[in-house]
Structure formats: C-alpha cells, structure tokens
C-alpha cells in the first residue's frame, strides 16, 4: 500500500503563487509516474501534471494545457515527495488539488490509470 498525504493548500489571490507538497509513504515508487490532479465543483477531476524517471537524473514531465508554463512539477526521491509549484495563478485554478501514484511505465493522463490518491488538499484563488 502506499499512502499519499497533499499539503500546502490555502487561500492566495490572483497572480500569487503556492508550492504544493506530497508526501508519500508506504511502499513507495521511487521513481514511477507520479501527478498532480484537480477537481473543482461540478467539473470532471483533471491532470495537471505528472513525472517520472526516465534515467540519469532525468525526469519526464508532462503538463495540462491550462497550466503550461505556470506550474511545475518536481520530485525528491530520496524523501518520497513530490511538488507542484504554482506561479501565476488564476481564479479557474481554485479546485481541490490531488497526488496520485501509478503503476504503468509512462505518466497517465487519465485519472483511471492512477492506483493510489491522496486524500486532497483546497486551493482558493480569490480576486
């Protein structure tokens, strides 16, 4: 099993920015896809973006559309934990954000193709 705990959600306004934290614990994929998901009421959970290893101290990263080039993803193997960025942030990024572990050898875009979840911490962004 492995556990995933999200921290570091709050209330921000317009233009600011958060780091998202995942800890994860358990029996950990030290190295395999792991993301970041989001879900605001009334819509459909979402990728926003997720990472691996693909050797040499090289990580994959792959990222939603809406969140190209103001979120980035990163990992520290060594402590189980994963990050998520956020710059910029606009009022539509207000949603429940989730880390999420996979089993598969590429980074999932569907939520489905995710085997473990955190229990997801609330980002707000307010005008």
């Known amino acids: 099993q492995v556990q995933l705990v999200e921290s570091g959600g709050g209330l921000v306004q317009t233009g600011g920015s958060l780091r998202l934290s995942c800890a994860a614990s358990g029996r950990t994929f030290s190295t395999g896809p792991m993301g970041w998901f989001r879900q605001a009421p009334g819509k459909e959970r979402e990728f926003v973006a997720g990472t691996r290893w693909i050797g040499q101290n090289t990580y994959y990263a792959d990222y939603g559309d809406s969140v190209k080039g103001r979120f980035t993803i990163s990992r520290d193997d060594s402590n189980n934990r994963l990050y998520l960025q956020m710059n910029s942030l606009k009022l539509e990024d207000t949603a429940v954000y989730y880390c999420?572990?996979?089993?598969?050898?590429?980074?999932?875009?569907?939520?489905?193709?995710?085997?473990?979840w955190g229990q997801g911490t609330q980002v707000t962004v307010s005008s």
């Open positions: 999420a572990a996979s089993s598969r050898d590429f980074v999932p875009l569907r939520f489905s193709d995710y085997d473990y």
